[in-house]
């Protein structure tokens, strides 16, 4: 079974920046493709970014330039490095991981921006 867990999330001012940690209960680099997600209440939840086994990573539109995705060498995470947050950056932020044909989610962390 695989379960991820989020942290790092909380509250930010506009402008400042918040990591996020993804822990893989295996490493991450048996994975397909791992990815952040957010939601907002009333919203569909959206695809942030996303990294592939092979490292290519790709953005959303509303991101690109702000926020990084990043594997650990040593560790089984994954990294949302997210900077010059905007308020509208707001939502529960979600790791999944794509493992054997199938989407496991972790549990989600709320990210605050106050502007």
């Known amino acids: 079974q695989v379960q991820l867990v989020e942290s790092g999330g909380g509250l930010v001012q506009a402008g400042g920046s918040l990591r996020l940690s993804c822990a893989a209960s295996r490493t991450t680099f048996t994975f397909d493709a791992m990815a952040w997600y957010r939601q907002v209440p009333g919203k569909e939840r959206e695809s942030v970014a996303a990294i592939a086994v092979n490292g290519v990573t790709r953005y959303s539109d509303s991101v690109k330039g702000r926020f990084s995705i990043s594997r650990g060498n040593a560790d089984n995470r994954v990294y949302l490095q997210m900077n010059s947050l905007k308020a509208e950056d707001t939502a529960v932020y979600y790791c999944?991981?794509?493992?054997?044909?199938?989407?496991?989610w972790g549990q989600g962390t709320q990210v605050t921006v106050s502007s």
């Open positions: 999944k991981g794509h493992f054997r044909g199938r989407d496991f």
